[in-house]
């Protein structure tokens, strides 16, 4: 998104985080400020769907208390952890969604589009750069309103690397 020039959002994607994790530290940021839209981009780390369910529908809660538009994203499968349970349940919740299953043209089996997941057995659940450059795509193709903040330039952003 940075190299689309879109910086204005706040991104909670802690690597290895869960959504029962996430939702503990969403629950703290909100006490410093109510966004108008939050992007629930989780699930890849939740073993069991019905914890991401769960979780889901208490930040549907807290969004809804709050005047938030919760946007939801689909979880594409890789070959080591099956994401079906999770992506249906976010194409059936009613919820604005960001198709990222779409945007790496993954199957039930876990086969993303070449070159966008790496293949090696330790990496086989990150997307590669060319893999985030399709997901950030899918964003502004499902949700366009992110543009209309304008985009900044990001040259003096610096570095931005997640993980660490």
């Known amino acids: 998104m940075k190299d689309y020039g879109c910086f204005n959002f706040l991104i909670n ?8 994790s996430a939702r503990q530290d969403l629950e703290r940021a909100l006490k410093l400020g ?4 939050l992007f629930w981009f989780l699930g890849m780390n939740d073993t069991d769907p019905n914890t991401y369910i769960t979780n889901v529908e ?3 809660t807290l969004c809804q208390r709050n005047g938030i538009e919760l946007i939801l994203a689909t979880v594409p499968t890789v070959p080591t952890r099956s994401k079906e349970v999770i ?6 919740s009613g919820l604005r969604y960001v198709d990222f299953y779409k945007a790496v043209r993954t199957n039930s089996s876990g086969r993303w589009h070449a070159g966008y ?4 057995e330790s990496e086989a659940v990150h ?3 060319l893999g985030a450059q399709a997901l950030a795509s899918q964003i502004l193709i499902d949700f366009p309103e992110i543009m209309q903040y304008g985009t900044i330039n990001t040259d003096q952003v610096g570095s931005v690397i997640g993980d660490n």
């Open 87 to 92: 992506s249906q349940y976010v194409r059936d």
């Open 58 to 60: 208490l930040i549907r």
């Open 117 to 120: 997941l790496h293949t090696s």
């Open 127 to 129: 997307h590669t750069a």
């Open 13 to 20: 994607g802690l690597g290895g985080q869960s959504s029962g």
């Open 34 to 37: 109510i966004p108008k839209y």
